[in-house]
């Protein structure tokens, strides 16, 4: 093939895989795809983002999709994928994301911070009194990610052999397990505790242990692959979507992020106690 032709059918392959690259990266910036955390599959909850997405659908441009898991677990695998471009994440998943993965966060999310403090709930009827009695005993905690049913209790149970732990999908399966003795003991939040106890007998069961840390509030964070420019858009129409559109979606776009620091030391930790946390017994140290 003559030189000058081979030049040319270079020059022409370079400005493809240009033209196709750009393509691409256009295309992945056109759909933005939400991660949020719905427990008992309510279709509140994803209704209420449903004004979220039409607005920042037309206001990116882009395609905005909504995609609700079920626990922490399943979160913390769609943000390991960077699956998520914007995730509304609860405190134990967005230490993890930001510390491993991370992810940005933008803004917290509307809560009330005194109910989210972890415990330990026992039967109403249950001879234990402390933690150091669940020793050879059954327990419930939450899911990798959360935190007040997963990092505090592992956090504050360290030293401890324990019979068996069991991971419940739910925090009302963690009462549920409590009240038909299947363990002794169970954690989550005090919001979860007064959310889902009247459900069951109003005697059923007895706050064993409250830890004395107060959890950060969920942030709404941002995924690491988005372009500087994109994120800075989506920033920018988050905080200047209308007043109601933000109180419904619940976060709040003026004020300063979580302070995790605690939060991802305590993760940090329990990394290291939770080693042994699938075996029967159960270390944990």
């Not at 905005?64 to 898991?69: A, C, G, N, S």
């Not at 990798?144 to 997963?150: D, H, I, K, L, N």
């Amino acid at each position: 093939m003559p030189l000058h032709l081979s030049r040319r059918l270079f020059l022409l392959q370079s400005i493809l895989l240009t033209v196709n690259a750009c393509k691409t990266a256009r295309k992945s910036s056109d759909r933005l795809l939400i991660g949020t955390i719905n427990y008992e599959q309510e279709k509140e909850k994803i209704d209420r983002y449903r004004r979220f997405n039409r607005y920042l659908s037309s206001v990116l441009k882009a395609l905005v999709e909504i995609e609700p898991t079920f626990n922490e677990r399943k979160a913390l695998e769609r943000i390991q994928s960077k699956a998520w471009s914007l995730v509304f994440a609860p405190p134990g998943v967005a230490a993890y994301a930001i510390s491993k993965f991370q992810y940005i966060p933008i803004f917290p999310m509307q809560e009330d911070i005194t109910n989210l403090r972890s415990i330990l709930v026992v039967r109403n009827n249950s001879p234990i009194s402390n933690l150091k009695q669940l020793e050879g005993k059954a327990v419930a905690l939450g899911q990798v990610g959360s935190a007040t049913g997963y990092y505090f209790p592992i956090y504050n149970l360290y030293g401890l052999t324990l019979a068996e732990v069991l991971l419940a999908p739910t925090p009302k399966t963690i009462l549920e397990w409590v009240a038909q003795e299947k363990v002794v003991a169970g954690a989550l939040s005090t919001k979860e505790f007064n959310l889902y106890s009247p459900q069951f007998s109003p005697t059923e069961f007895r706050i064993l242990y409250t830890d004395s840390h107060l959890v950060p509030p969920s942030s709404v964070l941002l995924s690491p692959i988005i372009d500087r420019t994109y994120q800075n858009r989506i920033i920018k129409f988050m905080k200047d979507a209308p007043p109601d559109l933000v109180q419904e979606t619940g976060y709040i776009p003026n004020a300063s992020v979580p302070n995790y620091e605690y939060m991802i030391s305590v993760v940090e930790r329990v990394r290291s106690i939770a080693t042994h946390l699938y075996n029967k017994p159960a270390r944990l140290f």
